[in-house]
């Protein structure tokens, strides 16, 4: 019965996949909700509250104590973890974790003591930015001008360079607090962080995460020392290596064999960011399939055959776990956004999804939201705003049914139209993430795209991707025989396009384009 276990540490919980490759099935799928399991944080959402709106930054001990919650959680539910033979993981992106001290210099755990408790004092910042923050524009101006502009980034590192990477958060780390900085020996992302603590070394960065910051050289997969210079100084010293995402960073430390019940020498596997595990979870490593994941953030990616550049600079290539690259796009206003929609209406997810479905029609009778509650990444906002145009009720929030259609579209058509740049047009569109359950929001995307929809059983890809990952890693198992089993997509919820629909969305998509054009002036 040999099992393999996924975790995914994302912004809003930290789940665990476990998969039996002779069984062919899942035999666990838990999950430690950042808002319900972990109240003394105060981040319902996983980001703790802040006066200034650009500025997102969550716990790293919340993270770690999430960790060990899931851990006994599942072992008090009786769940057995020395059958485990292998441990993937997957991230959050872009997130960094600053210790004053490398996890390969400390001594064993102490098995009396929690380890949030023993992580605390090696933290030479408190708080870790995290993908949503946006505080870091000045940041990316200098990095740019630094390296000789956005197009030598872009080609270095294949997105320009950005907000929310880790390379503009560290610069901005550096010239806020030189101090704190120069005490930090090593920086690590989320995945990196996490894979250090299991394994007790300092574990490595893979190509799919470092791509995520803005100091990866993409064709030679090391530390790029222009990029490097450009961010901050003494940087090369503070970075793990980067290794390949198939490598082993090393085996579970006792702490955790002893507390849990993990079998010692555990192999762990190179931990990765969420999107490129989500590839892997989708069965999509190949070209030919778009994926969209519609998570905390809304991500559309896919398998790249060559690694072409986004020439708005929105759009990013990441490396493929399985080899080559990725392409990915990131809204920030995915699962929150619709929360924040239904929850005006206290709508439920089927009331939501009814609405979508048998409310309204597709162009939502002219009807149409700029749904940007936070600011946002893609398109480039600053400042929070929303709009909306159309019939009275709809722009007084008193029409529940087109305010869910509306939210979804706009999501939809910005996906569309900033997934153009892709080369490969996907043959069809697998979805993920906590919304792809919804019905009412799958067929608004197929409709959008014009394209079939199919989805998996499993929600989290993520952790799914990881524990794969960790199955295919030194254990001769075939990426194809593994995609068989556990990532089939389920032909009974396959979502065909309306065909009326798409010469609705084909009009409606350059009035919505000239909308966001007018508020981004
Ligand atoms: P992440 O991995 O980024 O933490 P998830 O993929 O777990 O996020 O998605 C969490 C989100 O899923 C919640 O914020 C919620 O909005 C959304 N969600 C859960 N169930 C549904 C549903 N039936 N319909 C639409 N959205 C849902
Ligand atoms: C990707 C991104 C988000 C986070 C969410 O660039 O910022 O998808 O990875 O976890």
Redesign the pocket.
């Known amino acids: 019965m040999p099992q393999f276990l996924g975790i995914?540490a994302?912004?809003?919980?930290i789940?665990g996949i476990v998969i039996d490759t002779d069984a062919g099935s899942i035999v666990l799928d838990e999950?430690i909700n950042f808002g319900s399991d972990l109240p003394q944080y105060n981040a319902p959402?996983?980001v703790l509250d802040n006066p200034d709106p650009l500025v997102k930054h969550s716990n790293p001990l919340m993270w770690v104590e999430a960790l060990e919650q899931l851990f006994g959680r599942c072992r008090s539910n009786g769940f057995d973890w020395s059958a485990i033979r292998g441990i993937g993981g997957s991230g959050?992106q872009h997130g960094t974790v600053y210790l004053n001290t490398s996890l390969a210099d400390t001594a064993a755990w102490s098995p009396s003591v929690s380890l949030a408790d023993q992580v605390r004092p090696m933290l030479s910042r408190a708080t870790s930015p995290i993908w949503m923050d946006s505080s870091t524009s000045a940041e990316c101006d200098e990095i740019a001008a630094a390296a000789g502009g956005n197009d030598i980034v872009v080609q270095t590192t294949g997105s320009i360079a950005i907000e929310r990477f880790s390379g503009p958060q560290i610069r901005r780390f550096w010239k806020t607090a030189p101090a704190a900085y120069e005490m930090t020996a090593r920086i690590h992302l989320v995945s990196s962080f996490m894979a250090s603590l299991l394994s007790g070394v300092d574990a490595p960065i893979d190509p799919g995460d470092g791509a995520g910051m803005n100091l990866l050289n993409l064709t030679s997969s090391e530390w790029d020392s222009a990029m490097l210079e450009a961010t901050a100084p003494g940087l090369a010293d503070r970075l793990p290596p980067v290794r390949s995402s198939s490598a082993q960073v090393g085996e579970m430390k006792p702490y955790f064999c002893d507390k849990y019940g993990f079998n010692s020498g555990t192999p762990v596997i190179a931990w990765s960011g969420?999107n490129p595990n989500s590839l892997v979870g989708m069965g999509a490593v190949s070209p030919g399939v778009a994926v969209i994941?519609?998570?905390?953030?809304d991500t559309f990616f896919a398998a790249m055959g060559r690694p072409t550049t986004d020439p708005n600079g929105y759009g990013h290539v990441f490396g493929n776990p399985a080899g080559g690259f990725m392409s990915l796009i990131c809204f920030k206003n995915g699962?929150?956004t619709?929360?924040e929609v239904?929850n005006r209406f206290s709508l439920s997810?089927?009331n939501?999804?009814d609405a979508i479905l048998t409310g309204t029609a597709p162009g939502n009778n002219g009807n149409l939201m700029l749904p940007y509650f936070e600011s946002e990444i893609t398109p480039r906002i600053l400042n929070p705003s929303v709009r909306l145009f159309g019939e009275p009720a709809f722009m007084e929030w008193q029409d529940a049914n087109a305010a869910a259609r509306a939210v979804v579209e706009a999501q939809a058509l910005t996906m569309r139209l900033h997934s153009e740049w892709i080369d490969e047009r996907p043959r069809h569109i697998l979805v993920?993430?906590?919304?792809s359950?919804?019905p009412g929001?799958r067929q608004v995307i197929a409709d959008v795209f014009g394209a079939e929809l199919q989805c998996l059983n499993v929600?989290?890809s993520?952790a799914l991707g990881a524990a794969l990952r960790a199955a295919h890693a030194g254990n001769d198992i075939e990426w194809e025989a593994l995609f068989d089993v556990f990532a089939a997509p389920d032909r009974d919820i396959a979502v065909r396009p309306n065909p009326d629909a798409a010469a609705v969305y084909d009009g409606m998509t350059p009035i919505f384009r000239d909308k966001v054009a007018a508020l981004q002036e």
């Open positions: 995914d994302s912004t809003q919980s789940s999950s959402t996983g959050q969420d994941s519609l998570g905390t953030s699962s929150l619709r929360d239904r997810w089927d939501f999804s993920t993430g906590g919304a359950r919804n929001i929600a989290n993520a």
